[in-house]
């Protein structure tokens, strides 16, 4: 079955540092891929996310590239804020079929 | 963009009794809704998947009779939590996959129930 694989956290980071989180999927075909995010005591929020392979997604700084040969699409940020502490989840998924989550990434960036 | 409202954000309980939860679709036609539970620093884990008109398809482990799914129409979805006792105290979360449009997955903001 399909299924992602995400750093373990939490990571903790100072302001302005250089954030990656990897994460990895186990597919069969090329599902669609999502990076969400979730703030203390709230849903999650899409954050960025890539429908083929070598697309790029991007957002509030955050970018991901599908990698289809290393079946891959880590998060990177060049400068993070504090206000990027948060739960950082990426998912998998084809056509309109449940979404795959990892298991999460808690950041926490401190000043 | 589209939104997804999601119905109280907290609520507290009393054990034995019943709690209902509702998750809108806003500004899209929500042909299929998602239920999430999530556990305190875990992923999250699908309870159920709900159709327009048709019964929820459950995940297995998850009681049916305990979590009853209703999709009544394109823009609601109610989970109704029957008989709460302290251990399904947790934070649940909607998701509405939109059609005619690629609006992918749409969460709403949760619903912190905790049962004393």
């Known amino acids: 079955g399909n299924s992602v694989t995400q750093m373990e956290g939490p990571v903790t980071l100072s302001e302005e540092a250089f954030l990656t989180i990897n994460c990895t999927y186990t597919?069969?075909?090329?599902?669609?891929l999502f990076w969400y995010v979730q703030y203390p005591g709230e849903g999650l929020q899409l954050l960025l996310k890539?429908?083929?392979?070598?697309d790029k997604g991007s957002n509030k700084g955050f970018e991901a590239t599908y990698r289809k040969e290393t079946t891959s699409f880590h998060l990177e940020k060049g400068s993070v804020q504090v206000s990027d502490s948060a739960v950082y989840f990426c998912?998998?998924?084809?056509?309109?079929?449940?979404?795959?989550f990892g298991t999460g990434t808690r950041l926490t960036i401190i000043p | 963009g589209a939104v997804v409202s999601q119905h109280p954000s907290r609520v507290i309980c009393k054990s034995g009794t019943s709690v209902k939860i509702e998750c809108r679709s806003l500004?899209?036609?929500?042909?299929?809704m998602f239920w999430y539970r999530q556990f305190p620093k875990k992923s999250l884990m699908l309870m159920a998947t709900?159709?327009?008109?048709?019964?929820?398809?459950?995940e297995q482990g998850v009681e049916k009779d305990k979590f009853l799914i209703n999709h009544a129409s394109l823009t609601l979805s109610t989970l109704t939590v029957t008989s709460a006792h302290p251990e399904d105290s947790s934070f649940y979360i909607c998701?509405?996959?939109?059609?005619?449009?690629?609006?992918?997955?749409?969460f709403g903001s949760g619903t912190r129930l905790t049962v004393v």
């Open positions: 597919a069969t075909g090329y599902p669609s």
């Open positions: 500004d899209f036609q929500a042909t299929t």
């Open positions: 998701s509405a996959w939109g059609q005619g449009r690629v609006y992918g997955y749409t």
């Open positions: 998912a998998l998924h084809f056509g309109n079929e449940k979404l795959t």
């Open positions: 709900s159709n327009e008109g048709s019964k929820a398809t459950y």
């Open positions: 890539a429908t083929k392979a070598d």
